[in-house]
């Protein structure tokens, strides 16, 4: 699988060239762009979430929670970019939440849905990790981890991956049994520096593009149809340029 999956990568990077992530913006057929009057508030306060008329999107980040599309979604293609504002700020799209952990999130029992992650993690995260607990993480990355939340599931396509400091040294993130997905690349920009994400879904598989290169993602999602959910988790953040192209 883990060949596969290098194979698809680097066909990818062979086939749109060496900044993949220009040609991946999210136009031609079937793309539009996404705007408020898409999503409804789930568990957030009325200021949590502000829409700019140049599609900038805002989030406090308080309190934790997420909006969500006012349609279910089957499979479809999404680019985002986003920039974290505070150190170790951490947020997250949602794909395929699920109907019943929104109506509890809405009746206020639980703070996120349960669906798959599609994680937005600041470096800050992973480097109070390290400093706090003097060794890197084990089981987490700040470069786009894809994981199932709550009752759903995923069978990852990196569940273990072991990186290579810059001074030499190697350690192992994730274990043979994670339902998380390490990206085979760490390519996430600071606080302040826009990131770009391309995420495709389709018939239960999803996959992550960083910046123009794919690193993480899974298949045999269940489920593999729900609502699109944006998450707000305690630090601010901001979205541009969110556009979608629903598949058959």
Avoid at 21 to 42: C, H, Q, S
Avoid at 126 to 154: C, I, L, Q, Y
Wanted: hydrophobic content about 35%; some cysteine.
């Amino acid at each position: 699988m883990k060949l596969i999956f290098s194979l698809f990568a680097l066909s990818a990077i062979a086939l749109f060239g060496a900044e993949p992530a220009a040609l991946i913006k999210g136009t031609g057929p079937g793309w539009r762009a996404m705007t408020e009057v898409d999503f409804t508030n789930v568990n957030c306060k009325p200021d949590t979430w502000s829409w700019g008329k140049d599609g900038l999107i805002k989030c406090t980040g308080n309190p934790v929670g997420v909006i969500r599309t006012k349609k279910m979604v089957t499979n479809l293609e999404l680019v985002v970019q986003w920039r974290h504002l505070k150190h170790a700020g951490n947020s997250g799209v949602f794909l395929w939440a699920m109907p019943e952990s929104i109506k509890n999130l809405e009746a206020g029992k639980g703070r996120l849905p349960a669906g798959i992650e599609v994680q937005v993690l600041d470096l800050g995260y992973e480097t109070n990790w390290e400093k706090n607990r003097g060794k890197p993480s084990d089981w987490f990355t700040s470069h786009g981890d894809v994981f199932p939340t709550g009752g759903a599931r995923m069978k990852a396509f990196t569940p273990e991956i072991t990186y290579t400091k810059k001074d030499g040294t190697k350690y192992v993130v994730g274990k043979p049994t994670s339902r998380r997905s390490f990206p085979t690349q760490r390519l996430t920009k600071g606080v302040g520096e826009w990131n770009h994400y391309y995420i495709r879904a389709i018939n239960g598989e999803v996959r992550l593009w960083v910046n123009g290169v794919e690193v993480s993602g899974g298949t045999e999602c269940q489920p593999a149809t729900g609502y699109l959910c944006l998450e707000s988790e305690g630090a601010p953040i901001e979205f541009k340029g969110l556009r979608i192209r629903e598949l058959p």
